[in-house]
């Protein structure tokens, strides 16, 4: 089945610089990945998604890109506000069999400083 | 609704009792799936339904879990005979329709498991 890793598991940066998290997957047939934001005690919070056929995809300080060559995709987060602070999980997503669960990475915990 | 809702926040069980969780979907969405977040954020797919159907059923424990989501009744998870390792974060979700869509998750049930 598939297989979501994902780095680093923490991530600590100054306010104002970039953050980057990389995430691999193994089931070629993954065709839509997703990154949540999860603050604590909260459910999952969709950021941004990208599927297979569009390489890289932005929303403001957010950026997702998707290498299907090389099986990974990372997010990228700019000019980081200490709000940005919280765990993020990258997830990998298919309809291969008729079932579109998520397959989830082990989160990284992402620490913005003032 | 235009978010998932789940109840209680959170259940506390002794061991070998039962616990059962609630969760309504957005309203206009087809699917619910449910996510299990242990403590190292780690999250395992449950089940998920298309409607009342079950549509994916290959993460549940079978001999304790059970899931239903019936016509005008939020959907529930029930666990039969509680164990400690049953002490998690259950999450639900729900999309709109089946092509890898976006999921928006609930903010989570606490089970606790004595």
């Known amino acids: 089945g598939e297989n979501v890793e994902q780095h680093p598991s923490t991530l600590s940066v100054q306010e104002g610089d970039s953050a980057v998290i990389k995430c691999t997957y193994s089931?070629?047939?993954?065709?839509?990945f997703p990154w949540y934001k999860q603050e604590l005690g909260k459910g999952p919070q969709l950021i941004i998604d990208i599927r297979s056929n569009v390489g890289e995809k932005k929303d403001q300080r957010i950026a997702v890109t998707l290498n299907k060559t090389a099986k990974h995709f990372s997010l990228h987060i700019t000019e980081t506000q200490p709000e940005d602070s919280a765990v993020y999980f990258c997830?990998?997503?298919?309809?291969?069999?008729?079932?579109?669960?998520?397959?989830f990475g082990k989160g990284t915990k992402l620490t913005v400083n003032p | 609704g235009e978010e998932v809702a789940q109840t209680p926040k959170h259940l506390v069980r002794g061991e070998g009792q039962k616990a059962k969780l609630y969760c309504a979907p957005i309203?206009?969405?087809?699917?619910v799936f449910w996510y299990q977040q242990v403590l190292k954020n780690e999250f395992k797919f449950l089940i998920s339904?298309?409607?009342?159907?079950?549509?994916?059923e290959t993460g549940m424990p079978k001999e304790r879990f059970s899931a239903k989501c019936l016509p005008n009744s939020p959907c529930s998870l029930e666990i039969q005979a509680t164990k400690l390792e049953d002490s998690a974060v259950y999450f639900c979700?729900?999309?709109?329709?089946?092509?890898?869509?976006?999921?928006?998750f609930g903010p989570g049930t606490r089970l606790t498991v004595l």
């Open positions: 089931d070629s047939a993954s065709n839509y």
């Open positions: 339904f298309q409607n009342e159907n079950v549509f994916d």
């Open positions: 309203k206009g969405h087809s699917y």
């Open positions: 997830a990998a997503g298919s309809h291969r069999g008729g079932s579109e669960k998520l397959v």
């Open positions: 979700a729900s999309s709109q329709r089946t092509d890898t869509d976006t999921q928006y």
